[in-house]
T-cell receptor, first 110, second 114 residues
């Protein structure tokens, strides 16, 4: 089975902190994604990556950056966390046109 | 751009009732269509998919048929169980999407009572 692992299930951070959300997949997938999930808004794509060191902006990239130094790992970075970034963050990887998701990280920014 | 519209929830049913969750889409050509399910406290899991018109995806008693003429992909189950309580997301992947990006609907919460 495909496994996508997000390093934390819950995080609490302060406004202005730099936050790293980590994601690892074990299926050698080229494509990886970061979404945020908010009530009433569904899932919105933040960034995706189609290869090591390659990235593309999604629908809501403002306030975020990403890093993909190794094929299996895709990190989401909040350079200076703000309260409006409190959300559930979901990482995914894709193979054969199917996306697989991690369990999510619920981030609270106080 | 591409979009997916789902019926708003929550949908509240008694066990063994018939379920329909409506999903319509806007996209060029022939996108691939998916239903994902999210159980409480978990990430999304693929429930079923269809990649071309008139295809029927099915899994765990759930079914959905790709209707090009009505641009729809409604989710159905003949007899729901309490364990089906979850949020259901309809999604599409554009035709010839080399990156497998998905556009999601807003999700529909299903609550099944005993």
């Amino acid at each position: 089975d495909v496994k996508v692992t997000q390093s934390s299930r819950y995080l609490v951070k302060r406004t202005g902190e730099k936050v790293f959300l980590e994601c690892v997949q074990d299926m050698d997938h080229e494509n990886m994604f970061w979404y945020r999930q908010d009530p009433g808004l569904g899932l919105r794509l933040i960034y995706f990556s189609y290869d090591v060191k390659m990235k593309e902006k999604g629908d809501i990239p403002e306030g975020y950056s990403v890093s993909r130094e190794k094929k299996e790992r895709f990190s989401l970075i909040l350079e200076s966390a703000s309260t409006n970034q409190t959300s559930m963050y979901l990482c995914g990887s894709a193979g054969l046109n199917i996306q697989y998701f991690g369990a999510g990280t619920r981030l609270s920014v106080l | 751009g591409d979009s997916v519209t789902q019926m708003e929830g929550p949908v509240t049913l008694s066990e063994e009732a018939f379920l329909t969750i409506n999903c319509t889409y806007t996209a060029t050509g022939y996108p691939s269509l998916f239903w994902y399910v999210q159980y409480p406290g978990e990430g999304l899991q693929l429930l079923l998919k269809a990649t071309k018109a008139d295809d029927k995806g099915s899994n765990k008693g759930f079914e959905a048929t790709y209707r090009k003429e009505t641009t729809s992909f409604h989710l159905e189950k003949g007899s729901v169980q309490v364990s089906d309580s979850a949020v259901y997301f309809c999604a599409l992947s554009p035709m010839n999407s080399g990156y497998s990006t998905l556009t999601f609907g807003k999700g529909t919460m299903l609550l099944v009572s005993p």
